[in-house]
């Protein structure tokens, strides 16, 4: 089945805690991208990785960190969390070409700082 | 700066029609529409990428007017499986997407 995996799905957490969302994809996809929705804010971009070792920020990137090195994972980092990071995160995936660039997203990281 | 979509929220009959909108203020290149049904993760509808562009996916259609910089989604004959929220996005550049914040949309028996 295809999918978008990340784990945990749920996690509270204390603040300065270095902590890791893994997220996988099983369909091949080059591009990745990471999400956090806030009620009132919608989904707004972390980061996104159009290939193996090539990221980029996005709209919110400060305070994480990304890695691509293999095609399938692309785990967020949070070096030092805060309370203002307290969020639900999404992961994502696409192909980079063709007319639909359909992004399928993972069922959701809910993070609490305290 | 965020797509802004209206309403914000819209609450329905089953069987009634709803219209929601995306404008923004910078040009729209191609516009992409999700429904994110309550503690589930968005799913794709369609991607419009030419001005006056419309498709249709089932009883939800949608246009593209590249010069107003708006996209608006049609939903005929709701459902009770078409409540959730709906987001328009686009691309600010090569695959940086924004999203719009959201409309809630409930439909009713």
């Known amino acids: 089945e295809a999918q978008v995996t990340q784990n945990p799905r749920y996690l509270i957490t204390v603040t300065g805690k270095k902590l890791t969302v893994t997220c996988s994809q099983n369909?091949?996809?080059?591009?990745m991208s990471w999400y956090r929705q806030d009620p009132g804010l919608g989904l707004r971009q972390i980061y996104y990785?159009?290939?193996?070792?090539?990221?980029d920020k996005g709209d919110v990137p400060e305070g994480y960190k990304v890695s691509r090195k293999e095609k399938r994972n692309f785990p967020l980092i949070l070096e030092s969390p805060s309370p203002n990071q307290t969020s639900l995160y999404f992961c994502?995936?696409?192909?980079?070409?063709?007319?639909?660039?359909?992004?399928?997203f993972g069922p959701g990281t809910r993070l609490t700082v305290t | 700066q965020q797509p802004v979509q209206s309403p914000q929220a819209v609450i329905l009959r089953e069987g009634e029609d709803a219209v929601i909108n995306c404008s923004s203020s910078k040009a729209l290149y191609s516009v992409h529409w999700y429904r994110q049904k309550h503690g589930e993760a968005p799913v794709f509808l369609m991607i419009?990428?030419?001005?006056?562009e419309q498709k249709g996916h089932e009883k939800i259609s949608a246009s593209f007017n590249e010069k107003k910089q708006q996209s608006s989604l049609y939903l005929t004959a709701s459902q009770l499986s078409y409540s959730g929220t709906y987001f328009c996005g686009t691309e600010r550049g090569t695959y940086k997407y924004i999203f719009g914040t959201g409309t809630r949309l409930k439909v009713l028996a």
């Open positions: 369909m091949n996809h080059e591009y």
């Open positions: 419009l990428l030419k001005g006056g």
């Open positions: 990785s159009m290939n193996v070792e090539v990221t």
């Open positions: 994502a995936s696409s192909w980079l070409a063709g007319e639909s660039n359909e992004q399928y």
